[in-house]
């Protein structure tokens, strides 16, 4: 009954921009802590970015540097992930994710009971 879907995904060169999107069904994404996280073939998974919409708190991974942005709208219950500047390596399986943790504020550190089907985004010339 709670679902997470991500779309947004393709396939962009080098220095291009993606939007992924989250949309969740069955709950409010306001009342979660909402996270995208990204795993490449062969490696472990990596959290980005996440986002407390209710608190408007958000937090990123250091690798992030200022070009991955996440932001919400909640009447249409959707997170977004904005991507620029990509390079071949955030090429990745993007996941987004689901907390109800009671802890105010969000961290990629936390663990994600809650987890979409995944969404490619592939960065190639």
């Known amino acids: 009954q709670l679902q997470l879907v991500e779309s947004g995904g393709g396939l962009v060169q080098p220095g291009g921009s993606l939007r992924l999107s989250c949309v969740g069904s069955g709950f409010s994404l306001e009342d979660y802590v909402i996270a995208w996280f990204r795993q490449a073939p062969g490696k472990e998974r990596q959290g980005v970015s996440c986002?407390?919409?209710?608190?408007?708190?958000?937090n990123n991974a250091n690798f992030v540097a200022g070009r991955f942005t996440i932001s919400g709208d909640n009447a249409k219950n959707t997170v977004y992930l904005q991507m620029n500047s990509l390079q071949p390596t955030d090429t990745a399986v993007y996941y987004c994710?689901?907390?109800?943790?009671?802890?105010?504020?969000?961290?990629?550190?936390?663990?994600?009971?809650?987890w979409g089907q995944g969404t490619q985004v592939t960065v190639s010339s």
């Open positions: 994710a689901a907390t109800n943790d009671y802890r105010l504020g969000c961290s990629i550190s936390w663990e994600y009971e809650y």
């Open positions: 986002i407390s919409t209710s608190e408007g708190f958000t």
